[in-house]
């Protein structure tokens, strides 16, 4: 009988490299697999654990995800992006205690980074491209990164370094529009589509844009376009909230 010879990092690489692909369901196997082989190394168990939560969020499966991540915090408790994401899936819980989570990210983030240091403090919010109302907001506030224009020059050097990170797409398209920038964010979020073309919430933010311009028809085709995906809750109501505007409309 022929047994895998596979290490942790075998099914580590493999399950990253599934993620990228989109391959959720398959990388989260090979992860859970890494799990299982790896038996000293608790950085990698931890970040293991992390990925683990990301996938199960995206899958919608936030009950794991929220296993997941506390595991991940459970092993090493200085990360401050794990609080960041167990923070995330706490409010998609409705769970008041993700202020918790939130607070400890900020005081870890405090105790290295430097109200100048704006390209780390991007990365730790590309973590969480969902809530950039509650993630990008709250890290903005205390490291006083309040000018847009700035954030958007540091996110275009990101963008060239990290091609395919379709979060910092996703973030950049967030301050275009909070900027009232609406053409340059459907043009930003469109490259994001390009790189997930099954991602029904890119969909529902370029149908808003078309929405916010007026432009009724592209609008409808986007918003329906992104009920053919599995969405969240949220998105599902945003969706047809659009749909009921736009038809009051046209």
């Known amino acids: 009988m022929l047994f895998s010879k596979k ?7 493999e399950a990253k490299s599934a993620f990228i ?11 859970s697999k890494a799990i299982i082989k790896n038996s000293d190394d608790t950085d990698s168990l931890a970040r293991d654990y992390f990925c683990l939560s990301l996938l199960n969020k995206n899958l919608n499966n936030l009950r794991n995800a929220i296993n997941n991540i506390k595991k991940a915090i459970e092993i090493k408790n200085d990360d401050y992006n794990f609080y960041l994401e ?9 769970d008041e205690s993700a202020e918790n989570d939130l607070n400890k990210a ?7 980074l430097s109200d100048d240091d704006y390209v780390e403090v991007l990365k730790v919010m590309s973590f969480s491209p969902y809530s950039r109302e509650f993630t990008n907001d709250y890290v903005a506030m205390y490291l006083k990164i309040n000018n ?11 963008i060239k370094m990290y091609k395919k990170d379709i979060s910092l797409l996703d973030l950049k398209t967030d301050i275009l529009t909070r900027m009232n920038c609406l053409n340059e964010a459907i043009e930003t979020i469109n490259k994001a589509i390009e790189l997930a073309p099954e991602c029904g919430h890119y969909y529902l933010m370029r149908g808003g844009l078309y929405s916010n311009l007026n432009y009724l028809k592209e609008a409808r085709i986007d918003i329906e376009k992104a009920l053919t995906f599995k969405l969240s809750e949220s998105d599902k109501k945003d969706c047809n909230n659009y749909l009921i505007n736009i038809k009051g409309n046209i």
């Not at 290490?7 to 690489?13: F, G, L, M, P």
């Not at 847009?148 to 990101?158: G, M, W």
């Open 148 to 158: 847009d224009v700035k954030l958007i020059e540091y996110i275009n050097k990101l």
């Open 106 to 112: 900020y005081h870890l983030l405090k105790n290295y």
């Open 21 to 31: 692909k989109l391959e959720y369901k398959k990388s989260q196997k090979l992860y």
């Open 7 to 13: 290490t942790y990092k075998d099914y580590e690489n």
């Open 86 to 94: 167990c923070a995330e899936i706490k409010k998609l819980l409705n």
